[in-house]
């Protein structure tokens, strides 16, 4: 049981421990370019400074640019207010006629109170601004390594991200091409190729759904297989049924054709030729009633089995009429085999039917003159009942069908048992043969 669960699950502890080595890739990844990244960063920003200036260049041009398309004076700072609020980044101070006139990190207010003289450092960059009303002079300071980090960051999960998910489709890759194929596969069928076998890959719920609908294709398959064969064997009865219905209505046509015109000699051929039509008339109901049986038969789809019972329960009192009954008819016979409890499943309406079948085939075709020879046997797996006896001389024999044969053979089937006849001209032999429960 416990295996089962881990078959059941399996595909699920794939899944789980896939999804824990992309988790793991993704996170290596991600470390590896982070450190990558601190290496540049400790490169650029702290080793060098001409990154410093080169991006202080940058945004001072960016700034000019700013202040030239805005039209901005030193009486109004507002707008370069609003330019800092957009490069956070930076931080300026702004002097004008040796006054600190901005300061990004002060109000103008505080500014105005402290009245601060411009003081220029030699280690500082100063650059100069053109304003509407003249020139001042700005320094400023980026955090540029911080936004270097940023930008690492944000690299560094892209790059976790692409390797999960890269993880994960080649993971998943051999899975989805077997998922595809099977779609493929299962077209073929849909097209009505049902002989065409699934691929079955796998111990997970995948390979256990393949092979289910592998075994659906082959049940179907076998369904098929059985309605064709059955529409064939009825195609077949029909149309020897249809030849033994015409002989005796015909038969019966013509000697009433021949009374009708009073074409007869005397009274003994008149009550020979009545007698005809009568043997004639039950060979018709006869040949009707085997027909009604059959298509009983075959149009019953299911039959409702009874509950498994032993074959002593099942056959004793019913094969002791049987015999009891040929007795009285002048049937000699022999019986063999030993009663079993080992338990099948079985219809007593249809064993009923099979024994009367096989009883009247006894009386019309047996030779009375030789025994009747009943054997029960069992195998380890089946429990089989034969029938045999002798045939009468050809010119004592009767007309047959078959159709009674392929009655039996229909009802045996519906109990899951199936049928053996062995025939020729002077010997006959039916065994009935069903699976032990």
Avoid at 130 to 135: K, L, S
Avoid at 360 to 366: D, E, G, L, P, T
Avoid at 381 to 401: G, I, Q
Avoid at 403 to 424: A, F, H, P, T, Y
Wanted: include cysteine; charged fraction near 30%.
């Amino acid at each position: 049981m416990k295996a089962g669960m881990f078959r059941r699950c399996s595909l699920y502890l794939k899944l789980v421990f896939l999804l824990l080595v992309a988790m793991i890739c993704a996170l290596l990844a991600f470390t590896g370019m982070d450190h990558i990244g601190e290496l540049m960063i400790v490169r650029k920003c702290y080793e060098s400074s001409e990154y410093d200036k080169k991006k202080d260049a940058q945004y001072v041009k960016k700034l000019q640019a700013y202040i030239t398309e805005n039209q901005v004076s030193t009486d109004n700072l507002d707008k370069v207010r609003e330019w800092v609020r957009h490069n956070s980044i930076v931080t300026i101070r702004i002097y004008y006629d040796d006054i600190l006139i901005y300061d990004s990190e002060y109000s103008d207010e505080e500014l105005r109170e402290e009245n601060i003289s411009a003081d220029f450092y030699d280690w500082n960059d100063y650059y100069d601004l053109q304003f509407v009303n003249g020139t001042g002079k700005v320094s400023i300071y980026g955090a540029y390594d911080i936004q270097i980090e940023n930008y690492v960051l944000m690299g560094s999960l892209i790059c976790g991200f692409v390797v999960f998910i890269f993880v994960v489709l080649l993971g998943v890759r051999r899975k989805i091409s077997y998922i595809v194929k099977l779609k493929d596969e299962i077209e073929i069928l849909e097209g009505g190729k049902l002989e065409y076998r699934l691929t079955v890959k796998g111990n997970d719920e995948l390979g256990e759904l393949a092979e289910g609908l592998d075994a659906m294709r082959r049940s179907f398959k076998d369904h098929v297989e059985q309605e064709a064969e059955i529409v064939q064997e009825n195609q077949h009865v029909i149309t020897e049924m249809s030849h033994d219905l015409r002989t005796p209505i015909t038969s019966i046509m013509l000697y009433t054709e021949i009374l009708k015109k009073g074409a007869y000699e005397d009274n003994a051929q008149l009550q020979d030729y009545l007698d005809r039509i009568d043997g004639k008339s039950r060979r018709l109901k006869q040949l009707i009633d085997n027909l009604f049986e059959y298509s009983l038969v075959t149009g019953k789809k299911e039959v409702s089995l009874e509950e498994p019972e032993s074959s002593s329960v099942v056959f004793y009192d019913i094969v002791s009429e049987t015999c009891s009954y040929l007795g009285q008819r002048g049937f000699e016979l022999e019986f063999q085999g030993d009663w079993t409890e080992r338990k099948i499943r079985f219809s007593s309406d249809y064993i009923t039917r099979i024994l009367d079948n096989i009883i009247s085939n006894i009386i019309k075709y047996a030779d009375p003159e030789k025994p009747i020879q009943i054997c029960m046997d069992q195998t380890d797996k089946e429990l089989t009942l034969a029938v045999a006896n002798k045939v009468r001389m050809p010119d004592e024999k009767t007309e047959s069908t078959g159709i009674g044969l392929q009655s039996i053979r229909n009802m045996m089937k519906q109990m899951n048992g199936r049928c053996s006849v062995e025939q020729d001209k002077e010997n006959f032999s039916i065994v009935l043969i069903f699976p032990f429960v």
